[in-house]
């Protein structure tokens, strides 16, 4: 609690401060924020050690917020960190502390932990009000949570909450942790509050619940403060480009490197998990994102530009500009530069500030000029400090905390208007549903009701069958009617949480014209997309589920308060006391790999069938695991079991190898054996940081592989013998690799399996490697009828159909090959003969002609490929075609959304196989922005292949298959490549 009324006013505060740190830094004390803090006086020759931040030279001094009066009795964030707040980057461990401390002493702070990061750091929750609203916070909370599901509410009730109830304002700073100015600021911003007793900021406390999230990424800030000061040195380096500023992989994502600004639809992240948990037990009005972007650059903030996603409040833009205006005034005052619209568009509905507006709030950005914790110098010759940096991020804070107090009543209002429409069935669409059928994929299915349930978004699971219209999937099939069993889940886009429903589930949400038109002319004529992010996403499609949006009539059943658990362990065989022949797993459902990869780890041999069985009353798709009893050891049965609980997954227990329909005997030769994968992943630069990210995450926390990183930087010190699949992440890798091509042929050449994702691909293509046939589309302009005819036969052999009459010669078909002429064999031969002589002069005439059309058409190709690339697409979803013959498509559909970026376009014909093939270009777009000129390159082409080289294999996807962890469907096909790809496509030696 706060101690007695003592007064001090920042102005005079602040620079006293800084002239007695800067004095004692002078004197050669060691504080924190220098090299290492130390106890007692330092020896006279003792070395000089290294300052961190802002150097003495250079100081900013300018008070934070000027006029301010403040209770001496609250510690001051110096007091801790023995530097001026913003001076310096400030340790997590530093943050937690302070924050804390404010915690146990201020009756305007409470602070609490929300969850922990991947490392075990803590996530703070700092709420920070008058006292009184703290007294009344559960009664606050009530009052909002009211008008955020306004069914059931008065208009007197909710007149009496508006004139009553505090706004909320969220907090959030520095989600990428290298973008570090908003989490110092944070601890400026909640000083200023804690202990402000000016009339201002008793008037915020009063109108306004500050919830605080000081630090979002703990882990990601860490990782770049220790690569600034591993890195730092005696002099200042001004540098923008310098890596004293940081190197791969930087700070901006989590442990896994994860963005987690991006995270907010899926919740990879238990960052992001506990951030919604927080959210929803507050309902914010205001929800404030604190980045940083080029120190080159000055201040953005919202509005918005174009194009805003229509699932968006319709209030949202003109609260953006009105909070905008107080902040280009506060900003006005100091002559900061700073601008508004010009790149930050409202389109991605999955970045944190866009989570909130979907919850209703008033969704703020805020990008700061980074500048790596310490001094940067400007194009123009301006050097910009880290404290001032940090200044304009607190700056921004309370004048947008302090607009919310002004227009609280008009705010709520506004909100509450907003929550209405939400669950108003009579406004367009209001009256449609997202259902899901459950069955297809169990553990990818309670995944997805899980994200639901944890965003507040509402479930009702169907306890009868029920009839719906105007039904569409999510393979853009149309359907009058449909009706769905019991037992079907309903996702009513009338509910509190519309906005998230229509944003995450909406199959095809397409800009307005405007914007359209304008991305058009801005390609056109500059060869440059406006474009910030992907185009398209649903959730529906990236987990390839079985789903529909329809019209339901009247549906039985109660609303899904908890996802129902999985069945998992060892299921009995109808005849208990036979014994074990083996052990079966549905292979259909993705926690199957994970199955495989603890079985193979504990020593188990796996088959896996490449065709459909019956066993033990249980029908196994193509795909399904086998463990027999006699291949393996003792402790079997035990082991199963064990694995099975660990994997979630069902194990049945069969009592006879012999198969119980038409397919397979369970001990025949459509059961492969697997081979434990040995993997390796490529990292470091020039891998992306993110795309390695999402790979390791699949493959460590998802399917508990043990994998180990392979420096790119020293690959050519590396043993590859000691690995059976190699795995290349996105990123421009031909030159660090290309030194090593023989030794990656040789080692694919003698079991390996290769497996390159997205940009990394084009690394590996071509006569340097040796590897491939698949090219690329502008590589092979002269050849695309040929590739087309590839193609064609594919989609053909996909519905073989046979004449058979054709085929015995039977009816008229047989005469019609005979000839009306007498023409014999050796007049027919002399004519062939005389017409290729001809045919030969005539050739050798106009051989040069033709030469010089050919290198005229050959230019007139590329040209207009050239042009074509600029039309790639920024991120749609589109339909792949399946090859489900192939071992690495088991889990998925005769189609499947794929994500598709770029103008990279891979063909392939045999002898490579392509597991999923672009669809023709009329059936092609599912979702997404897509010109015609894409469509045309990218119809018919590869998305994936795999080929035979030698013992081993080379795998190839076209787009990232693992992207950001929201594309399960695509997500599966990797994980098979990895845990499947050794036993299945390449040949390993057998022991003895």
């Known amino acids: 609690m706060a101690g007695k009324d003592t007064m001090r006013p920042e102005s005079n505060s602040v620079p006293l401060l800084m002239s007695a740190l800067l004095s004692i830094g002078a004197l050669g004390a060691v504080l924190p924020g220098t090299a290492c803090a130390q106890t007692g006086t330092p020896p006279a020759d003792a070395p000089e050690v290294l300052r961190f931040g802002d150097d003495l030279e250079r100081a900013y001094d300018e008070p934070f917020f000027p006029g301010t009066e403040y209770d001496e009795s609250v510690a001051t964030p110096e007091s801790f960190l023995a530097r001026p707040v913003g001076s310096r980057l400030a340790r997590h461990d530093e943050i937690v502390r302070v924050f804390e401390h404010w915690g146990e002493t201020s009756d305007r702070v409470d602070v609490a932990e929300y969850g922990r990061t991947h490392e075990g750091r803590p996530l703070l929750r700092v709420v920070i009000t008058s006292p009184e609203n703290h007294a009344r916070l559960a009664t606050i909370k009530r009052a909002i949570a009211r008008l955020a599901d306004p069914r059931g509410l008065t208009e007197p009730e909710a007149r009496a909450i508006l004139d009553s109830t505090p706004a909320i304002a969220w907090m959030g700073y520095s989600i990428?942790?290298?973008?570090?100015?908003?989490?110092?600021?944070?601890?400026?911003?909640?000083?200023?509050?804690?202990?402000?007793?000016?009339?201002?900021?008793?008037?915020?406390?009063?109108?306004?619940?500050?919830?605080?999230?000081?630090?979002?990424?703990?882990?990601?800030?860490?990782?770049?403060?220790?690569?600034?000061?591993?890195?730092?040195?005696?002099?200042?380096?001004?540098?923008?480009?310098?890596?004293?500023?940081?190197?791969?992989?930087?700070?901006?994502?989590?442990?896994?490197?994860?963005?987690?600004?991006?995270?907010?639809?899926?919740?990879?992240?238990?960052?992001?998990?506990?951030?919604?948990?927080?959210?929803?037990?507050?309902?914010?009005?205001?929800?404030?994102?604190?980045?940083?972007?080029?120190?080159?650059?000055t201040y953005l903030f919202y509005p918005q530009a174009d194009p805003v996603h229509p699932a968006m409040p319709a209030t949202l833009m003109k609260w953006q500009k009105a909070f905008a205006a107080a902040n280009a005034a506060a900003f006005d005052r100091y002559g900061w530069g700073y601008y508004t619209r010009e790149w930050a568009d409202g389109w991605g509905a999955f970045y944190s500030d866009s989570w909130g507006s979907l919850n209703g709030a008033i969704g703020m950005l805020y990008e700061q000029a980074g500048v790596g914790g310490q001094p940067l110098k400007r194009a123009s010759g301006e050097i910009v400090s880290y404290r001032e940096a940090v200044h304009g991020q607190a700056v921004s804070s309370v004048s947008n905390l302090t607009t919310l107090a002004r227009e609280r009543r008009a705010v709520l209002a506004d909100y509450l208007a907003g929550r209405r429409r939400n669950v108003d069935r009579a406004r367009p669409g209001g009256d449609r549903a997202f259902v899901l059928v459950p069955g297809r994929n169990p553990s990818r299915e309670a995944r997805f009701l899980d994200l639901l349930l944890a965003q507040g978004i509402e479930v009702q699971l169907a306890s009868a069958a029920f009839t719906a219209r105007e039904c569409e999937s999510p393979l853009a099939e149309a359907a009058d009617t449909r009706t769905f069993e019991a037992g079907a889940y309903l996702v009513h886009a009338a509910q509190p949480q519309a906005g998230l429903v229509a944003a995450y589930l909406d199959f095809d949400t397409r800009m307005d014209d405007e914007t359209v038109l304008e991305e058009r002319r801005s390609l056109e004529r500059k060869g440059e997309s406006k474009m910030y992010d992907v185009t398209a996403w649903d959730l529906g499609r990236a987990f390839d589920l079985d789903c529909t949006w329809c019209t339901p009539g009247p549906v039985d059943g109660a609303v899904l308060e908890t996802v129902p658990e999985l069945a998992r362990g060892v299921v009995p065989s109808a005849d208990g006391s036979a014994p074990v022949y083996a052990f079966a797993v549905d292979g259909a459902d993705d926690a199957s790999v994970r199955f495989a990869v603890r079985a193979m780890e504990l020593g188990l041999a796996v088959h896996l069938a490449d065709e459909a069985f019956q066993a033990g009353g249980q029908e196994f798709p193509r795909g399904s695991l086998l463990l027999r009893r006699h291949e393996n050891a003792e402790a079997f049965e035990v082991t199963v079991h064990k694995v099975a609980d660990e994997a979630g997954v069902r194990a049945f227990a069969l009592a006879t190898g012999r198969s119980e329909g038409e397919g397979p005997d369970l001990g025949g030769?459509?059961?492969?054996?697997?081979?434990?994968?040995?993997?390796?992943?490529?990292?470091?630069?020039?891998?992306?940081?993110?795309?390695?990210?999402?790979?390791?995450?699949?493959?460590?926390?998802?399917?508990?592989?043990?994998?180990?990183?392979?420096?790119?930087?020293?690959?050519?010190?590396?043993?590859?013998?000691?690995?059976?699949?190699?795995?290349?992440?996105?990123?421009?890798?031909?030159?660090?690799?290309?030194?090593?091509?023989?030794?990656?042929?040789?080692?694919?050449?003698?079991?390996?399996?290769?497996?390159?994702?997205?940009?990394?691909?084009?690394?590996?293509?071509?006569?340097?490697?040796?590897?491939?046939?698949?090219?690329?589309?502008?590589?092979?302009?002269?050849?695309?009828?040929?590739?087309?005819?590839?193609?064609?036969?594919?989609?053909?052999?996909?519905?073989?159909?046979?004449?058979?009459?054709?085929?015995?010669?039977?009816?008229?078909?047989?005469?019609?090959?005979?000839?009306?002429?007498?023409?014999?064999?050796?007049?027919?031969?002399?004519?062939?003969?005389?017409?290729?002589?001809?045919?030969?002069?005539?050739?050798?005439?106009?051989?040069?002609?033709?030469?010089d059309e050919e290198d005229e058409e050959d230019g007139d190709l590329e040209q207009r490929d050239g042009w074509m690339r600029r039309f790639a697409p920024a991120g749609a979803i589109l339909r792949g075609i399946v090859n489900e013959d192939e071992w690495i498509t088991v889990g998925a559909g005769p189609e499947l959304p794929v994500p598709y970026s770029g103008s990279r376009v891979l063909l392939a014909r045999e002898p490579v196989r392509t597991p999923v093939r672009m669809a023709s270009p009329a059936a092609l777009r599912l979702a997404g922005l897509l010109w015609p000129e894409a469509r045309e390159r990218i119809a018919d082409s590869a998305w994936l292949t795999v080929e035979s080289v030698g013992h081993g294999q080379l795998i190839l996807f076209a787009a990232p298959p693992a992207f950001r962890g929201w594309f399960a469907g695509t997500a599966r096909l990797f994980a098979n490549a990895v845990v499947y790809g050794p036993g299945l496509g390449a040949d390993q030696p057998l022991g003895w």
């Open 669 to 851: 030769g459509h059961f492969h054996l697997l081979a434990r994968p040995r993997v390796a992943v490529l990292s470091n630069a020039p891998v992306r940081s993110d795309g390695f990210g999402h790979i390791w995450q699949l493959l460590d926390e998802r399917l508990r592989l043990p994998m180990t990183m392979l420096d790119a930087q020293r690959f050519g010190g590396q043993d590859l013998r000691r690995y059976n699949v190699l795995v290349l992440p996105p990123g421009s890798i031909r030159r660090a690799l290309a030194p090593h091509a023989k030794g990656i042929a040789a080692w694919v050449r003698s079991g390996g399996t290769l497996i390159a994702c997205g940009s990394s691909v084009a690394g590996v293509l071509g006569e340097e490697f040796g590897l491939s046939s698949v090219v690329l589309r502008r590589d092979a302009l002269e050849d695309l009828d040929a590739f087309a005819y590839a193609a064609e036969r594919e989609r053909s052999a996909r519905d073989v159909s046979v004449d058979f009459s054709e085929l015995w010669g039977d009816g008229a078909s047989a005469t019609e090959t005979e000839s009306d002429g007498d023409v014999d064999d050796d007049e027919a031969s002399a004519g062939a003969d005389a017409s290729a002589t001809e045919a030969d002069e005539a050739d050798e005439e106009d051989e040069e002609d033709e030469e």
């Open 176 to 297: 990428h942790g290298d973008e570090t100015s908003g989490t110092d600021a944070s601890l400026a911003v909640a000083y200023h509050l804690a202990a402000g007793t000016s009339a201002d900021v008793l008037e915020l406390l009063r109108e306004v619940v500050v919830v605080m999230d000081p630090c979002l990424n703990p882990d990601g800030r860490q990782r770049i403060l220790t690569q600034i000061e591993q890195s730092a040195g005696y002099v200042a380096n001004l540098d923008h480009a310098s890596m004293q500023r940081g190197r791969w992989p930087y700070g901006r994502g989590n442990h896994f490197l994860f963005d987690m600004n991006r995270d907010w639809m899926v919740g990879v992240a238990p960052e992001t998990r506990g951030r919604w948990r927080v959210a929803l037990e507050f309902h914010p009005q205001l929800f404030v994102d604190a980045h940083e972007m080029s120190g080159l650059d």
